[in-house]
């Protein structure tokens, strides 16, 4: 299994220009979550997937947008890219099965974004 | 809302040395407190996590205990080796939740 997966591992942008960021997990796992880790700030919480079709807001979910239109993949979208939003981009997924920790998220490798 | 506070932000040892990452919570609700460990380039990944039903836990080298009381769990890594280098991070998640709260981490350096 490759697990979770990140695509692209590094990109560039300029101000106001639109990515996408994709994540796909080879696990089964109904959850998916995207987050961002700056300097000093920990890991924060963008967005999130309880399932096929479903999304809701983390704690930093602003200039951010999502979709999970097939359970494997979760992608997050930067509409007019700023450069607050110059980060590290972690995915994550975990599961829920009977007398399973679905609190344990296995992490992607990371796409390090730069908006100038 | 939860919030973890993760101390020190950087802790440096010799080999061979402990070292202990302390974290504090504030939900009283919280009753999972996983661990993880991110090295460079890489992302986190979970190293040991325990519940509140059970106040140590032990792995190797690595330990989590946890106070319910005072609403604080603790990392300890004995016998540091090089390879422990990397950035640590606590987590808490609330009872019926199971998303974490994460703290800000915790950065590492074992010398040789």
């Known amino acids: 299994n490759a697990g979770v997966t990140q695509t692209p591992k590094f990109r560039v942008l300029k101000t106001g220009q639109s990515m996408t960021l994709l994540c796909a997990q080879d696990?089964?796992?109904?959850?998916m979550y995207w987050y961002r880790q700056d300097p000093g700030m920990g890991l924060r919480l963008i967005h999130y997937s309880v399932g096929e079709g479903t999304t809701a807001k983390g704690e930093v979910p602003d200039g951010y947008n999502v979709s999970r239109l097939k359970k494997q993949n979760f992608l997050l979208g930067l509409e007019s890219a700023a450069p607050s939003q110059t980060s590290v981009y972690f995915c994550a997924s975990s599961y829920s099965i009977a007398g399973g920790h679905r609190e344990t998220q296995y992490f992607g490798p990371g796409t390090r974004l730069l908006v100038l | 809302g939860e919030n973890v506070e993760q101390h020190p932000s950087t802790l440096s040892v010799q080999e061979g040395d402990s070292a202990v990452i302390k974290c504090t919570y504030s939900?009283?609700?919280?009753?999972?407190f996983p661990w993880y460990k991110q090295e460079l380039g890489k992302g986190p990944q979970l190293i040991i996590d325990i519940r509140s039903n059970v106040g140590e836990k032990k792995d190797q080298r690595i330990a989590v205990t946890l106070n319910k009381t005072a609403k604080h769990f603790s990392l300890h890594i004995t016998e540091t080796q090089p390879e422990d280098s990397a950035v640590y991070f606590c987590a808490a998640v609330s009872g019926g939740s199971y998303i974490p709260t994460f703290g800000r981490g915790t950065s590492l350096i074992v010398h040789p």
């Open positions: 939900d009283s609700a919280s009753n999972y």
């Open positions: 696990m089964n796992h109904e959850y």
